[in-house]
C-alpha cells in the first residue's frame, strides 16, 4: 500500500446492499481475464514494473457472491502459471466514489494474502483521483506498462482529456479499456441535454457533431458514435479495436481497446474470441439466452459457425500481385477484419498452399507451411 491509499475501515456488506450481477458482466470479466492472463505474462516477466488502474471499481463482489473486475485482476495476477517469474508483482489501483463500495473491498482485499503485492486503495471521484495516480506511477516507475480500466456507470465522468495526460505522462506501454454506452448516448445525441458530457468524452465537440447533423437519434447514431469515439481513441493510440456488448436491456455498448502493441492487440483479438466464438466481434445476451438457456460460452461452443467474411477472399483482395510477409498478414487481419491472428494460417494460408495458390517466397520454417516470422509470400493465379 502506498501513499496513494485512502484510509478505510473495512465493511462486508450484506449481500443485498452489493451491486447486482448481470449476465453481460460475463463477457466484460472474462475479456479483462484472458488479456491480463498474457499481458501479465508477457510484460510483468520483460520489465521491472507493471502497474493496473481500475478507475471505478465497485465493491469487488456482486450480491450472488460472484468476483468484479478488481479481484479478476489480482486472481489472474495470484493464480499465474508464470507468477514465479515476473520480475515484480503489478502495482494495483482500485478508485471507487462510493464510502460503501470502497470499503467493502477493503474488507475483500484484507481477506486475501497479498503479501509483497502493491494494492492501493482509494475511495473518491475519479476524475480527480485518476490524475493523481497517473502522476503517482510516473515519478515511481518512470513509464511502466500499465492497463487503465475505464468502466463507469455512464458517460459523463471519463473525460478524453485524463487518457491524453495519461498517455502523455506513462508513455506508449499505457493501453487503456474504455467503456463507452453508444445506445444511451444516441438518445441524447440530438439534444442540448448532454452536450457537455459528449464534449469532455470525445475531448471536443467536432469530434461527435457530425454525429448529430447527420443522423436521428435510435441505433444508427450509436453506431456512428461508436465509431466516432474509435477516431478519438486512434488520435492516441495506433491499435484501436472494440468489443460490442448487447445487454438484455438492449441498451448496448462498446468496450474500446487502445495500445499500440501489435501483441497486445493480437492478445485482446483473442480473448474477444474466446467470448464470442461467432466471429468475434460482440456478446448479445438475447442470443445466448435464447440458446438454451445455457451460460454464455457453453452456448457458443454448442452453436459453432464459420465467421461470415471470408479472411481469405480478402487477404487476396489486399495483397493480390505483391510478395508480403507474415507479419503483414497478421497485421491486416488484426487492423482490418474481425480475425484473430490465428485465422491468417487456419482460414487463409493454409488452405490457399494447399490449393496451390499461395507460393511462399521467404521460408524460415524447415516446416512446409509453417509460416514462422520471417515469412513471405505471394498469391498465385
Ligand atoms: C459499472 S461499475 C464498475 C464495475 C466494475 N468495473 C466491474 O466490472 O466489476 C461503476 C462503479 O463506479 C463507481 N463510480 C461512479 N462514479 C464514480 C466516479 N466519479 N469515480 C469513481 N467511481 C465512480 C460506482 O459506484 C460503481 O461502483
Known amino acids: 500500500m502506498s501513499a496513494l491509499s485512502t484510509p478505510l475501515d473495512p465493511l462486508a456488506l450484506p449481500p443485498e446492499r452489493l451491486p447486482p450481477y448481470d449476465e453481460h458482466h ?8 484472458e488479456y491480463m492472463k498474457v ?8 520489465h521491472p514494473h507493471v502497474a493496473i488502474i481500475d478507475g471505478f471499481a465497485s465493491a469487488g463482489r456482486y450480491r450472488d457472491g460472484r468476483i468484479g473486475s478488481r479481484l479478476i485482476f489480482l486472481r489472474t495476477y495470484l493464480t499465474h502459471a508464470a507468477r514465479a517469474r515476473f520480475k515484480a508483482p ?15 473491498l477493503r474488507f475483500e482485499l484484507d481477506a486475501m494474502d497479498l503479501r509483497g503485492i502493491e494494492v492501493d486503495l482509494i475511495h473518491g471521484e475519479y476524475k480527480v483521483e485518476f490524475p493523481r495516480v497517473v502522476d503517482f506511477l510516473a515519478t515511481r516507475y518512470g513509464q511502466p506498462p500499465t492497463f487503465a480500466f475505464v468502466d463507469p456507470l455512464g458517460y459523463d465522468n471519463t ?8 498517455r502523455a505522462q506513462l508513455g506508449s506501454r499505457a493501453e487503456a479499456m474504455v467503456y463507452v454506452p453508444t445506445d444511451f448516448m444516441a438518445r441524447f445525441v440530438g439534444t442540448t441535454l448532454t452536450e457537455q458530457a459528449l464534449d469532455d468524452l ?17 441505433a444508427e447514431a450509436s453506431a456512428k458514435l461508436a465509431e466516432a469515439y474509435a477516431q478519438v481513441l486512434e488520435s492516441e493510440y495506433k491499435l484501436v479495436s472494440r468489443f460490442a456488448v448487447d445487454p438484455a436491456s438492449r441498451n448496448r455498448y462498446y468496450l474500446f ?5 501489435i501483441d497486445g492487440l493480437k492478445a485482446m483479438k483473442d480473448a474477444y474470441w474466446k467470448v464470442d466464438p461467432e466471429d468475434g466481434r460482440g456478446y448479445t445476451q ?6 438454451g438457456q445455457l451460460g454464455i460460452f457453453e452456448a457458443a461452443v454448442e452453436t459453432p459457425k464459420e465467421p461470415e467474411d471470408d479472411l481469405l477472399a480478402l487477404m487476396r483482395g489486399h495483397f493480390e500481385g505483391r510478395e508480403f510477409s507474415i507479419e503483414e498478414a497478421e497485421r491486416f487481419a488484426l487492423t482490418t477484419t474481425g480475425f484473430r491472428a490465428a485465422h491468417v494460417r487456419s482460414l487463409a494460408l493454409t488452405p490457399a498452399l494447399k490449393a496451390g495458390t499461395l507460393e511462399i517466397t521467404v521460408r524460415t520454417s524447415k ?4 509460416f514462422t516470422p520471417g515469412t513471405r509470400m505471394r498469391f498465385i493465379i
Open 26 to 33: 460475463k463477457a466484460k470479466h472474462r475479456l479483462l481475464e
Open 39 to 46: 499481458w501479465l505474462a508477457k510484460l510483468a516477466q520483460t
Open 90 to 104: 503489478p502495482h494495483l489501483v482500485f478508485i471507487e466514489s462510493r464510502r460503501d463500495f470502497a470499503q467493502h
Open 159 to 166: 473525460p478524453f482529456a485524463l487518457l491524453r495526460d495519461y
Open 202 to 218: 470525445f475531448g471536443s465537440r467536432e469530434a461527435w457533431q457530425r454525429v448529430r447533423e447527420e443522423t436521428t437519434p435510435g
Open 257 to 261: 481497446f487502445g495500445s499500440d502493441s
Open 286 to 291: 438475447a442470443i445466448v439466452e435464447a440458446a
Open 367 to 370: 516446416r512446409q507451411g509453417g
